[in-house]
Nanobody, 124 residues
Framework: QVQLVESGGGLVQAGGSLRLSCAAS????????MGWFRQAPGKEREFVAG????????VYVDSMKGRSTISRDNAKNTVYLQMNSLKPEDTAVYYC?????????????????WGQGTQVTVSS
């Protein structure tokens, strides 16, 4: 079992930045794929970014390309999502997810473990 705890969310003005963190504990799969998803009220959960165990493969949703960076520190069992130039439409609950299999995928049902989420609110 893997436990994931997100932190770093909050209220920020449009154009601002936030760095989300996801700490993994338990039977950690520090070399396996990690992903960030988000869910706005009334909308489906959306893939934001993913990173494989080696750090070589990264995938971003088009709306976040150039504005976000996913990274990991395996020594700390922590994954980060740096988000810049935030927009009101980025407002959502952001979730960290872990996948036992190696490759980065964008479907939420392909991930095995989930955190509780952290709220990101971007004001205009």
């Amino acid at each position: 079992q893997v436990q994931l705890v997100e932190s770093g969310g909050g209220l920020v003005q449009a154009g601002g930045s936030l760095r989300l963190s996801c700490a993994a504990s338990g039977r950690t799969y520090s070399r396996n794929t990690m992903g960030w998803f988000r869910q706005a009220p009334g909308k489906e959960r959306e893939f934001v970014a993913g990173l494989d165990g080696s750090g070589d493969q990264t995938v971003y949703v088009d709306s976040m390309k150039g504005r976000s960076t996913i990274s990991r520190d395996n020594a700390k069992n922590t994954v980060y999502l740096q988000m810049n130039s935030l927009k009101p439409e980025d407002t959502a609950v952001y979730y960290c997810a872990a996948r036992i299999l190696w490759a980065v995928v964008t479907r939420a049902d392909e991930y095995d473990y989930w955190g509780q989420g952290t709220q990101v609110t971007v004001s205009s």
